[in-house]
């Protein structure tokens, strides 16, 4: 299986990313939004774990525009928000 994770602090990113691969998964990892767009558009991963706020895009609107490109991957978000807005766009995105 192969994931994409988008975690913009970088000890978290590389904590999650260690775990990831001890248990047999390939993982590419990024820290900005519109860097992962770039990579996302050019490979094909069966998983997204995305944190929400992250710099140049966010996950949720980065996730808008993977699925303007009729990309269905499933989406798991990490984050620590609490703003009950938020929470709902991920979820009307269809996020996990």
Do not use: W
Request: charged letters at 25%; proline letters at 2%; one cysteine or more.
């Amino acid at each position: 299986m192969k994931i994409f994770l988008l975690e913009d602090e970088k000890m978290l990113q590389g904590s999650i990313v260690e775990y990831l691969q001890s248990v047999g998964y390939l993982v590419d990892a990024c820290e900005d939004g519109e860097d992962a767009y770039e990579i996302i558009k050019q490979n094909r991963y069966d998983l997204f774990i995305f944190d929400i706020n992250t710099p140049s895009i966010d996950g949720l609107h980065l996730l808008e525009k993977i699925q303007q490109q009729k990309i269905c991957t499933p989406t798991i978000f990490i984050s620590a928000i609490t703003q009950i807005e938020q929470i709902t766009q991920a979820y009307e995105l269809g996020c996990y």
